[in-house]
């Protein structure tokens, strides 16, 4: 006659009273357990018909083999010992009943609750949760490549940093398939977008404007998010950037104002203004429109701790003031405005609080560049060259006691103020200004301006 015993009990509650239906149970917590105990030999642990009937009819001597039990208690939530013991008091009553085939059923022990979970189980699964396959040094590595390329672009181009950034990208979104924590992700996210927002530069410089907007728009998605209004604002004024030079100039204006609207005093709305707004506004021949979009972007730059001289032209940083001051002089040129770009910087109304101290004036105005860069071709254009170059030695320019003073300069203009100041020797007829490239690497189907 079988014996009724705790495990009987259990099995009979689950409705596990055949061996299939047991034998799956007991194959899914060995395989369960095997994980959790890094064991692999647990994974393989099978019960046979015969075992599973001396186990339910209570027929044992002697425990199971030692794994066996392992299982068993994890399967069952309870010690083997009391597992094959026989059962309460008012289980015997049961028994009795059953012998006596009176039908009646007296009361089993009480099942432990349904939400009872192991220990091990919770430890394991927070562990699993707070996981991640991107640490610290991984995330500050993507974020260091970012700002190498940012600070090379003007010196090697996009088709020498584009490999890099298409790894840096392909990067994140390899691991961002992968587990982290909600801090982690979100640093991925981040990354990511820009990886994808410097693409989207890129691409403007290659020619390619459909595959600019993709990546500017993948770099939006992404920032929004997680709600990083600094990316976010950086890839719409990419975007419109890309407007810009593919000729659709009402759409770059109106992608930069819908931005510019969302968040008016943001550091990065300098950017939108001048190299957005501004820019696009001169191609259509809205010369007050351009005057009012300047100042608001010069007002905006008091406003915030702006970098000082002329950051790359890729850099997430907001606009310095003098990068701001090269996009007036597009914005004037595209207007025609020669007289206007190459007057006096302390008349000109392009060089609001820009105007150089006195003393200074002639080493940044005269029509003969400092001796430090007197390499340079004197030309009608020189003093608007040297009034925005805003080379490191600039202190030392101020100091000088007159413009034939020595003073040692090693550094020079960055690519954007060089391809600006073509640009007005161009529309000033200089000779042979139409031939020169500042940009080895620009692409042909790019419009100067």
């Known amino acids: 006659m079988p014996r009724t015993t705790l495990l009987r009990q259990l099995l009979q509650q689950r409705h596990l009273t055949t061996h299939e239906a047991f034998a799956a149970q007991y194959e899914r917590a060995a395989a369960r357990l095997a994980e959790l105990d890094r064991d692999p030999r647990l994974a393989s642990l099978q019960v046979s018909p015969r075992q599973f009937d001396r186990w339910y009819g209570g027929e044992l001597l002697t425990l199971p083999r030692p794994d066996a039990c392992r299982v068993l208690e994890h399967m069952l939530g309870r010690p083997v010992s009391e597992l094959f013991s026989t059962a309460y008091d008012g289980d015997s009553a049961h028994d009795r009943d059953e012998e006596s085939s009176t039908g009646r059923q007296a009361t089993s022990a009480p099942p432990p609750p349904d939400d009872d979970e192991n220990p091990l189980d919770i430890v394991t699964r927070t562990r699993q949760l707070t996981a991640s396959n991107a640490d610290d ?92 209004l600094d990316t976010d604002l950086w890839a719409c004024g990419t975007l419109s950037f890309s407007l810009y030079y593919a000729g659709r100039y009402d759409e770059a204006d109106a992608c930069a104002t819908a931005a510019v609207e969302r968040a008016p005093r943001h550091a990065q709305c300098i950017r939108l203004l001048a190299n957005g707004r501004a820019r696009a506004l001169g191609k259509t021949g809205d010369q007050r429109a351009v005057e009012q979009t300047i100042g608001q972007a010069l007002r905006l730059s008091d406003l915030h701790e702006v970098p000082v001289g002329l950051t790359s032209c890729i850099s997430f940083e907001p606009y310095g003031r003098a990068r701001t001051l090269a996009n007036a002089v597009t914005s004037h040129v595209a207007l025609r405005n020669t007289a206007q770009v190459l007057r006096e910087p302390s008349t000109s109304t392009i060089w609001w609080s820009t105007r150089p101290p006195p003393g200074a004036a002639r080493s940044y105005a005269s029509t003969s560049p400092p001796r430090c860069c007197s390499s340079a071709r004197p030309t009608s254009t020189t003093r608007w060259r040297w009034a925005v170059r805003p080379c490191g030695c600039a202190e030392a320019h101020r100091s000088a006691p007159s413009t034939n003073a020595p003073v040692t300069c090693t550094s020079r203009p960055g ?17 042979g200004a139409r031939s020169q490239r500042p940009w080895p690497w620009r692409h042909p189907r790019l419009r100067r301006c």
Do not use: K, W
Not at 175 to 185: C, I, V
Not at 204 to 215: I, K, R, W
């Open 415 to 431: 690519r954007g103020v060089i391809i600006r100041r073509y640009a007005i020797m161009a529309m000033s007829s200089v000779p």
């Open 137 to 228: 040094a991984t995330l500050a590595f993507l974020d260091s490549s970012l700002e190498g390329i940012a600070s090379r672009y003007e010196q090697d181009g996009p088709y020498v940093l584009r490999p890099q950034a298409r790894q840096v990208r392909q990067l994140a979104h390899t691991l961002l398939d992968g587990r982290q924590p909600p801090r982690t992700r979100r640093e991925l996210f981040r990354l990511a977008a820009r990886a994808s927002g410097l693409l989207g530069y890129m691409a403007v410089n290659t020619g390619d404007f459909a595959l600019s907007e993709a990546y500017c728009t993948e770099a939006r998605e992404l920032s929004r998010e997680i709600g990083d």
